[in-house]
T-cell receptor
Framework: GDSVTQMEGPVTLSEEAFLTINCTYT??????LFWYVQYPGEGLQLLLKATKADDKGSNKGFEATYRKETTSFHLEKGSVQVSDSAVYFCALSRLDSSYKLIFGSGTRLLVRP | KAGVTQTPRYLIKTRGQQVTLSCSPI?????VSWYQQTPGQGLQFLFEYFSETQRNKGNFPGRFSGRQFSNSRSEMNVSTLELGDSALYLCASSLGNSDGSSEQFFGPGTRLTVL
């Protein structure tokens, strides 16, 4: 079945460092790919998405490119801030009526001043 | 506009009891999905409702059930609670377009603790 694998955390960075969180997926066909962020005590917020191969999703300085050949959707940011500290989830969904999201295990990011 | 609302935010129950959680979607949204989040299993899909009908169901035992009302508000019920049901339960609402393209918006969750 479909699955998502993302790198184990926590990831600890200094402010202004470069961020990469790896995400790979297993799925037949062409799923849509997402990054969600969860701040302490809150629900999930959609950070960015991509719906087809080679699409680049971007938002708030974060970017991820849908790579069909490597089945990857790595999250990157050029310069992280303390306020980016949160848990990041990679997810996939099929473009059908189920609205079922399959999530990775989450990666906690801690940014130190 | 108001976001997704979940009530209550926190619940403590004992084994064997049952519990009902509520989710009010964003106005105009007709789809509500439920997820269970635990440290061990992560985020897992429970079920999705659209226009009062269950459209999809995850791999959970029959103790987990849900329903949706005509105003799109949804409830989920867990009967005969087990310790392993302790989790954060999240709901998400969307317009629910049949091509799966509608963005899902998550509520803050209900934290259920089973003692």
């Amino acid at each position: 079945g479909d699955s998502v694998t993302q790198m184990e955390g926590p990831v600890t960075l200094s402010e202004e460092a470069f961020l990469t969180i790896n995400c790979t997926y297993t799925a037949t066909g062409y799923p849509s790919l997402f990054w969600y962020v969860q701040y302490p005590g809150e629900g999930l917020q959609l950070l960015l998405k991509a719906t087809k191969a080679d699409d680049k999703g971007s938002n708030k300085g974060f970017e991820a490119t849908y790579r069909k050949e490597t089945t990857s959707f790595h999250l990157e940011k050029g310069s992280v801030q303390v306020s980016d500290s949160a848990v990041y989830f990679c997810a996939l969904s099929r473009l059908d009526s189920s609205y079922k999201l399959i999530f990775g295990s989450g990666t906690r990011l801690l940014v130190r001043p | 506009k108001a976001g997704v609302t979940q009530t209550p935010r926190y619940l403590i129950k004992t084994r064997g009891q049952q519990v009902t959680l509520s989710c009010s979607p964003i106005s105009g949204h007709r789809s509500v999905s439920w997820y269970q989040q635990t440290p061990g299993q992560g985020l897992q899909f429970l079920f999705e409702y659209f226009s009062e009908t269950q459209r999809n169901k995850g791999n959970f035992p029959g103790r987990f059930s849900g329903r949706q009302f005509s105003n799109s508000r949804s409830e989920m019920n867990v009967s005969t609670l087990e310790l392993g049901d302790s989790a954060l339960y999240l709901c998400a609402s969307s317009l629910g377009n049949s091509d799966g393209s509608s963005e899902q918006f998550f509520g803050p969750g209900t934290r259920l603790t089973v003692l």
